[in-house]
């Protein structure tokens, strides 16, 4: 889409459900990874997405610190 691009990064494809890639700690968070043609206005989305993502990684680090 021109104006709304995405899915170059797609989920499911490159990256996991935890936005995670192949890469140890590479995450990928941006409209890259919205998995179909999208077409829609994706701020709202994005931010959920990074929310999203926050959650995984402070689950992460919490984890870590236990250790
Ligand atoms: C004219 C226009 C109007 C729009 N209006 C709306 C709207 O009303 N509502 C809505 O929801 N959406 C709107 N959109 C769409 C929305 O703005 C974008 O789809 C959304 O911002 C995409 O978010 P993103 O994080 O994927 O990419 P971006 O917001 O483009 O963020 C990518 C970031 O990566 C950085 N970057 C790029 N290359 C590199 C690099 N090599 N190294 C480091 N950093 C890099 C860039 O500087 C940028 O900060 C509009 C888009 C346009 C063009």
Not at 19 to 27: E, T, V
Not at 54 to 59: G, H, K, P, V
């Given at each position: ?13 490159i ?12 995450h990928?968070?941006?409209?890259s ?35």
């Amino acid at each position: 889409m021109a104006v709304h691009p995405g899915g170059t990064v797609r989920l499911g494809d490159i990256v996991d459900q935890n936005l995670g890639c192949r890469y140890p700690n590479l995450h990928v968070c941006d409209a890259s990874v919205i998995p179909e043609p999208w077409g829609l206005p994706p701020t709202l989305t994005l931010l959920t997405l990074a929310r999203y993502l926050a959650r995984i990684l402070a689950q992460g680090s919490a984890t870590a610190e236990r250790k």
